[in-house]
T-cell receptor, first 109, second 114 residues
Framework: GQNIDQPTEMTATEGAIVQINCTYQ??????LFWYQQHAGEAPTFLSY??LDGLEEKGRFSSFLSRSKGYSYLLLKELQMKDSASYLC??????????WGAGTKLIIKP | DVKVTQSSRYLVKRTGEKVFLECVQD?????MFWYRQDPGLGLRLIYF???????EKGDIPEGYSVSREKKERFSLILESASTNQTSMYLC?????????????FGPGTRLTVL
């Protein structure tokens, strides 16, 4: 079956670094997406990885290991506005997104 | 900027009512999707469409139908609303069929069925 696993909730301190992990099992693989969703709002696209390695985009980076079925989202210099849910989604061979339940990130001052 | 709009942010309906949720996108996207989002569960795909008048069932189509008469508009219909359809409904759109593109989401409709 197809499955995406990510932690339910994480807590971090303002200014620190946090890594949100995601493991995936999909029928075929066309890449891994990360979205950010603030409470009561729509998910917004953060990153896409299809090749192994790290993609950096400002304070946010995303990593993929295809052999391990594993990805992480790394957030640096955390700000209070980074408090949100982070959704991991794998794209299968039919170009459908399989979504994880999301990781709620709580930032404390 | 891609804009996906949904007809209502909040909706309260009675059991058995017919419910229409409308979604409009302004970027000429081919693909449109309807999801529901419930606490502790990932986004679950209800229906999607790759073209006008075309629709395909997602993972949980039971109790729902859709209509896509125009490229920019994708409607979700609950023929007879039930309490277990209380949820957040999210519409999304993306470019081209069977291409790797990010999905753009509308603000969501929080539906409560009493």
């Amino acid at each position: 079956g197809q499955n995406i696993d990510q932690p339910t909730e994480m807590t971090a301190t303002e200014g620190a670094i946090v890594q949100i992990n995601c493991t995936y099992q999909t029928s075929g693989f066309n890449g891994l997406f990360w979205y950010q969703q603030h409470a009561g709002e729509a998910p917004t696209f953060l990153s896409y990885n299809v090749l192994d390695g790290l993609e950096e985009k400002g304070r946010f980076s995303s990593f993929l290991s295809r052999s391990k079925g594993y990805s992480y989202l790394l957030l640096k210099e955390l700000q209070m506005k980074d408090s949100a849910s982070y959704l991991c989604a794998g794209m299968d061979s039919n170009y459908q997104l399989i979504w994880g339940a999301g990781t709620k990130l709580i930032i404390k001052p | 900027d891609v804009k996906v709009t949904q007809s209502s942010r909040y909706l309260v309906k009675r059991t058995g009512e017919k419910v229409f949720l409308e979604c409009v996108q302004d970027m000429d996207h081919e693909n449109m999707f309807w999801y529901r989002q419930d606490p502790g569960l990932g986004l679950r795909l209800i229906y999607f469409s790759y073209d006008v008048k075309m629709k395909e069932k997602g993972d949980i189509p039971e109790g729902y139908s859709v209509s896509r008469e125009k490229k920019e508009r994708f409607s979700l219909i609950l023929e007879s609303a039930s309490t277990n359809q209380t949820s957040m409904y999210l519409c999304a759109s993306s470019l081209g069929e069977r291409e790797i593109n990010e999905q753009f989401f509308g603000p969501g409709t929080r539906l409560t069925v009493l």
